[in-house]
């Protein structure tokens, strides 16, 4: 649980968990104190992590090292979390999501045995020992066991950084010069998406000045050489695709507030209607439906009367709509679940996934049954009940 | 079993198997037969095939498309196979091995249910929904149901290719280049290793004219710009650990000649001394301790007078040493088997694995309890026995 609250600062998510596992009379184990960075392996690129370790005291451990760890879902979570939860985020295009840079973990079962899931103190690229237990725990929610520390692949720092926005005349440009680019093969560190909602939200929270229209936010990880190279090739393909408003931002403090103003977009999302609170959505789907999806998910909005924004992983398919709910408003609150219980099944219907980076949880089980199907549930309550026969760890959720 | 079959014509794995298999009167299932491509999806990057595709079909098929399937064992394997045994090769660095590389898998259930580890018709880029099935079917080596469908992750073809070999003074030249071209972030799409010996065979039986020293083989891709600069890095780091002749081969026809010589390695190996059989071992270690793994396992060698050859995924740590056998000769079957052991149990005191990518099958069981404890072992046969309770399916194998 205490995984679950650091590294889940989306939505409602928290919440639910929180009440839930106090109705039921359970019990929250807190690993924050348990913050140390164990083992570090500059040459192997990898590192051991405590439970309480953050993101950004890792990175900022590593700060002269030449390395980093480059998943980022925003928030400040705990790594062990975000194991815990297959976070993804930002810089999944290129860097990939926790499930591409656990390399171990060790694990606390249900019965108090420990596990390494790919052996003690095992570090290696890659294995093909027997069945894949990393891959197992990851993104397993805290249903199978308790995380107590965490290996990670670390990244070569990249050289030189620059980040760039550009406005669209509609949402399907904005995707397709995603496309586009990513057929191009330029390695994109970052390509987000913003409807016009969520810029003029942005622009009214973090005081950027950028068109109010549907707008990419991308960044370009290399060294100065190719960095121009993959600027010049975005720069053609979003012109040919109808951008506006291009413009580039070198400078580090630039680059900062530019992905502070992303990172606030939340915050940003729930100023438009002061006292509310958010609820987020997290669809998927293969990225020559995202168009379709979005633009379909715009005019549900408008039918609908609720306030929301979009901004989205575009270049991973996987997109949030932000609605902005009054607690206290019970029929509200019931319009709120029905859209976001529409949308996912859109997404079903498109080949996608109802969660591409929140999980489960509780909210998501009916649509995991659907996305997965019979037999694939099946199979999964039935690692549930041979790894966790008494039902012990973060009862009720996922499955 | 025929998709390990087609996916293993490395060392005696096929024959071992196929030795035991007969011994317990098992059934063999040959899906070479189902060999459609289900589904091509360009714009999502991704492709639905049948057990019966292999690699290098798939990449004809995919020919004028600008997009490929990089996974590249050497073999022309099945490419259900290889997600059966989570196949990774010389492409491996850049594009990630089998495991990063499968969206979904359709598999067949010992009780004849029919699976979708990530739900019917699903090919999104990432999911947090509930356990990651697909990760766990891949590498299963058929222990758990048959795959009778594989949804794959393509890539965007490279813009332009080139490949270059360098000499090196001594093992440690070679594999510190590694280290310094991997932290220069310079993404680099292959870099094998092949030791003095090695190169010696492949000179001989491939008609090349390389100097007899350790050898990196290396290829980039990417933009004729971006590889210019990739080159002139790369060259300036070999050269600072003393590399001698340095040559690249920009032509389609000179890479080929050098690849072909590279996958023929083993051949090459197996021509040193006629008439005998082939015994590969598979160890893969953190990168920093694999100079003083090949050099100990150079000194095994002599030491042991046993003829062998070596040659590697040095940029993900796995090398693969290739023992020359007399298949009558018990004695030096016996030795060969010895050696092959004492090396899985020194890349396991070094914090690596006993196989990077041949998998466990029957000869390495032991090893792999030594390698993830008994706790990973236990967890592994809970997971067997609740999949396959009655242990239908390749019996005997992994566990």
């Not at 197992?136 to 720092?157: D, K, N, Q, Y």
């Amino acid at each position: 649980m205490a995984q679950l609250l650091r590294a889940s600062t989306w939505g409602l998510f928290p919440w639910r968990s929180y009440c839930s596992q106090k109705a039921k009379g359970g019990v929250c184990v807190n690993l924050m104190q348990m913050d140390q960075i164990l083992e570090l392996n500059l040459e192997d690129f990898s590192v051991v992590v405590e439970p309480g370790v953050t993101r950004k005291a890792l990175n900022t451990h590593l700060r002269d090292s030449g390395l980093w760890f480059p998943v980022d879902p925003g928030a400040d979570a705990s790594l062990c979390g975000m194991a815990a939860t297959a976070a993804s985020g930002t810089n999944a295009v290129r860097y990939g999501t926790m499930r591409e840079n656990v390399l171990n973990l060790e694990v606390v079962l249900p019965d108090g045995r420990l596990l390494h899931t790919a052996g003690p103190g095992r570090h290696f690229r890659k294995s093909a020992a027997g069945y894949n237990l990393t891959g197992l725990f990851v993104g397993s929610e805290g249903t199978l066991g308790l995380i107590t520390a965490t290996t990670l692949r670390l990244h070569p720092a990249p050289e030189a950084t620059v980040a760039a926005t550009c406005a669209f005349p509609s949402v399907q440009a904005a995707v397709d010069s995603t496309v586009h680019i990513l057929q191009a093969a330029v390695p994109v560190a970052r390509i987000e998406f913003l409807d016009e909602v969520m810029m003029d939200a942005c622009n009214r929270y973090s005081k950027l000045n950028c068109s109010v229209a549907p707008t990419l936010f991308l960044e370009f990880h290399g060294s100065q050489q190719a960095l121009e190279e993959q600027l010049q090739r975005t720069e053609e393909i979003v012109q040919q695709n109808g951008a506006s408003d291009f413009s580039w931002a070198k400078e580090a403090e630039e680059r900062s507030q530019l992905w502070a103003a992303r990172h606030n977009a939340w915050y940003a999302a729930l100023a438009l209607r002061p006292g509310c609170k958010g609820y987020s959505t997290d669809v998927c789907v293969p990225i020559s439906r995202l168009p379709e999806i979005v633009v379909q998910t715009k005019e549900d909005l408008n039918a609908s009367g609720l306030k929301g924004s979009i901004v989205g992983h575009v270049g991973d398919g996987n997109f949030h709509c932000i609605l902005l709910v009054n607690p206290d408003d019970a029929e509200e609150l019931g319009r709120v679940k029905a859209f976001a219980e529409q949308l996912g099944r859109r997404a079903l219907a498109l080949h996608g996934t109802c969660t591409g980076e929140h999980g489960i949880g509780l909210g998501k089980r009916q649509l995991l049954q659907e996305e997965v199907g019979a037999v694939g549930v099946e199979t999964m309550r039935q690692l549930k009940a041979v790894l966790d026969p008494r039902g012990l760890m973060n009862p009720g959720k996922v499955l």
